[in-house]
Nanobody, 126 residues
Framework: QVQLVESGGRLVQAGDSLRLSCAAS????????MGWFRQAPGKEREFVAG????????YYADSVKGRFTISRDNAKNTVYLQMNSLKPEDTAVYYC???????????????????WGQGTQVTVSS
């Protein structure tokens, strides 16, 4: 079992930066991959970024590549999403998720992730 709690979401202006955190508990954190997803109003949840167990492999959606950075601190059981140059279209509820069946690779489909946090709201005003 893995419990995930996101934090850091808030209202910001376009062009601002924001860092989301996701604290994990339960299963040993450094043994599985993690991902960030988001869901905007009226839209399906979509993959944003993923990271393998060590942080040595990351993957990003094209829409955030070059602006967002995913990282993890296994000693703190936490994964981060640094978001720069935010745009109004980044407005969404952001979820972190754990893929406990994989260590080395990052997958982008949400059904591959077994555990989810409750989400944190990010709103970007224009």
């Amino acid at each position: 079992q893995v419990q995930l709690v996101e934090s850091g979401g808030r209202l910001v202006q376009a062009g601002d930066s924001l860092r989301l955190s996701c604290a994990a508990s339960g299963r040993t954190f450094g043994t599985y991959a993690m991902g960030w997803f988001r869901q905007a109003p009226g839209k399906e949840r979509e993959f944003v970024a993923g990271i393998n167990w060590s942080g040595g492999r990351t993957y990003y959606a094209d829409s955030v590549k070059g602006r967002f950075t995913i990282s993890r601190d296994n000693a703190k059981n936490t994964v981060y999403l640094q978001m720069n140059s935010l745009k109004p279209e980044d407005t969404a509820v952001y979820y972190c998720a754990a893929d406990v069946t994989r260590r080395l690779v990052v997958v982008t489909t949400e059904y591959e992730y077994e555990y989810w946090g409750q989400g944190t709201q990010v709103t970007v005003s224009s």
